[in-house]
């Protein structure tokens, strides 16, 4: 996986989309030694996609055998200061 600075980036954005989009290459994006971001192929995007979809499920899932007392929906908006 190939680490760039966030300038260099910046300069050689068009070569780096081809990379990702016609090699399937990722890249890392840093800024001041940090990772601050990635270039992935959209077809790496819909897989991160669909993970985080099936997590979400299961999750709402396993929300929804819980037993206990529900709690109504205008209790939770206020208890969180949502409108």
């Not at 954005?13 to 270039?39: D, H, P």
């Not at 997590?55 to 109504?72: F, H, K, V, Y």
């Amino acid at each position: 996986m190939k680490r760039l600075n966030a300038s260099v980036a910046r300069e050689k954005f068009s070569e780096l989309l081809n990379q990702v989009s016609y090699l399937g290459e990722r890249i890392i994006v840093q800024r001041r030694g940090k990772n601050v971001a990635a270039l992935v192929s959209l077809e790496d995007l819909q897989l991160i996609q669909e993970i985080e979809d099936r997590l979400d499920n299961a999750a709402a899932d396993a929300a929804l055998q819980e037993t206990g007392e529900s709690i109504p929906w205008e209790k939770v908006k206020k208890e969180l200061s949502l409108k």
